[in-house]
């Protein structure tokens, strides 16, 4: 896992004078401590929380709706004879849609409630590191892939009859929106509700600790599913994130392996014409101890960049900024 070693301790910005406000530098920070820096009150993060999840349900139910109502007109839903509607190429695009604009509900939230720039949700450098994603795609996409065909194959899933069309819109959603879908999921749960749990810790450890657990059990809870295996699954799947992110000062890396994981998933589902309905389902008895597999990779993924990363945490560059900025 190739990885960039961020300066440990950055370069002292002098104060300066911008606009009629004065400007004050921020210290060198780990990504989760940026709000914590800004000692917001409990309160700001618990309403965050809330509105965030809320976000959540009420994206995911417009673009549900939305998709429903193509699917009526296009005659592949009629709630007087199908009843309950199965997963289809338009409503899961909608769903994908919806969760999507977590990413810029997600920032919206941060800068509202903590007065934050929302630029820094990207990371300690309050951009988007385009170079270090495409660096490590390099590697991370032919890991995954092969663990997405190992793990199928040991976990067969029930294939259908789908048409031709519906494989094509597969394919295109799996490039398309699936990587905005798991951007969103990654700003929402390892970027603000990480930084938020992380505020509440009495010191940059706690906070840290309790940053990983509050994401990643919201994350888990999230997606709602009843076996035990797969919420074991996605509770270490956010904690690694959670890592990662830590680690490399930045979001980039954990949407990549998100994106990645249920890009190549899709595709495979796609090409196998797998049920996407038996895909979807979460009910208990549905998962098995296979599931530990993928959490092992991911504890092996997280522990590289760990290790890549081991002569300090990522630290922001100093950053100067008017008093009024957020």
Not at 72 to 81: C, E, K, N
Not at 104 to 116: A, E, G, H, I
Request: with cysteine; hydrophobic share 50%.
């Amino acid at each position: 896992m190739t990885t960039t070693h961020l300066p440990h301790h950055p370069p002292v910005v002098p104060q300066t004078q911008i606009g009629s406000q004065p400007a004050r530098d921020l210290p060198a920070h780990e990504y989760q401590q940026r709000l914590a820096m800004e000692r917001p009150a409990v309160w700001r993060g618990i309403v965050a929380l809330v509105l965030l999840m809320g976000g959540l349900l009420a994206f995911s139910a417009i673009g549900g709706a939305i998709g429903l109502t193509v699917d009526l007109i296009t005659g592949r839903w009629d709630p007087s004879t199908t009843g309950t509607p199965g997963m289809t190429p338009a409503l899961l695009a909608g769903s994908l849609g919806g969760l999507a604009m977590l990413t810029p509900w997600s920032m919206l939230l941060q800068k509202w409630l903590f007065k934050v720039p929302a630029r820094s949700l990207h990371s300690v450098r309050n951009l988007f590191r385009w170079r270090l994603l495409a660096r490590t795609a390099l590697i991370v996409i032919p890991i995954w892939v092969a663990y997405q065909v190992i793990t199928l194959t040991l976990m067969p899933q029930p294939t259908t009859t789908q048409p031709l069309v519906d494989t094509i819109a597969l394919l295109v959603l799996a490039v398309t929106l699936t990587p905005l879908q798991s951007a969103g999921e990654e700003y929402a749960f390892r970027g603000l509700t990480f930084r938020i749990a992380a505020s509440w810790g009495w010191g940059p450890r706690t906070g840290l600790v309790l940053g990983i657990l509050v994401g990643s059990a919201l994350f888990m809870v999230a997606h709602a599913a009843l076996d035990p295996w797969l919420n074991i699954y996605y509770f270490v799947f956010g904690a690694a994130l959670a890592v990662i992110t830590w680690r490399t000062g930045g979001l980039e890396l954990a949407v990549l392996l998100h994106a990645v994981n249920n890009t190549v998933a899709f595709v495979i589902t796609a090409v196998m014409s797998y049920d996407l309905n038996a895909g979807f389902d979460r009910s208990a008895g549905v998962a098995s101890p296979v599931m530990l597999i993928p959490c092992a990779l991911l504890i092996v993924v997280a522990g590289v960049v760990w290790w890549r990363t081991r002569t300090g945490a990522a630290t922001s560059q100093t950053v100067t900024r008017t008093a009024n900025e957020g």
